[in-house]
């Protein structure tokens, strides 16, 4: 991603990477339990087991109107 960013100068693809990173990191912090059920899935997924399907982020973002955010963050709106 980086080598790509040095071609086209566009930051558009960090800057989603960091945003989508944030939100699960805080995710994480909130739910343990969520991220270890996670990484097992995760697992079966590598692994050619069959798993269930979630939603997809953007379904998920449109959810939460747009802002996920994580205690002590401040609300843009």
């Known amino acids: 991603m980086l080598d790509e960013v040095g071609?086209?100068?566009d930051?558009?693809?960090p800057n989603a990477f960091a945003h989508?990173?944030?939100?699960?990191a805080c995710d994480s912090?909130?739910?343990?339990?969520g991220r270890r059920r996670?990484?097992?899935?995760?697992?079966?997924a590598l692994a050619g087991d069959p798993v269930p399907?979630?939603?997809?982020w953007r379904e998920m973002g449109r959810l939460a109107g747009g802002a996920v955010l994580c205690?002590?963050?401040r609300d843009a709106s």
Do not use: F, N, Y
Request: hydrophobic share 40%; charged share 20%; aromatic share 6%.
């Open 38 to 44: 996670m990484h097992a899935q995760a697992g079966r």
């Open 71 to 73: 205690t002590g963050a």
């Open 20 to 24: 989508r990173w944030w939100i699960s």
């Open 29 to 33: 912090a909130k739910d343990p339990e």
């Open 11 to 13: 930051l558009g693809a």
């Open 7 to 9: 071609v086209s100068l």
């Open 53 to 56: 399907q979630g939603r997809p």
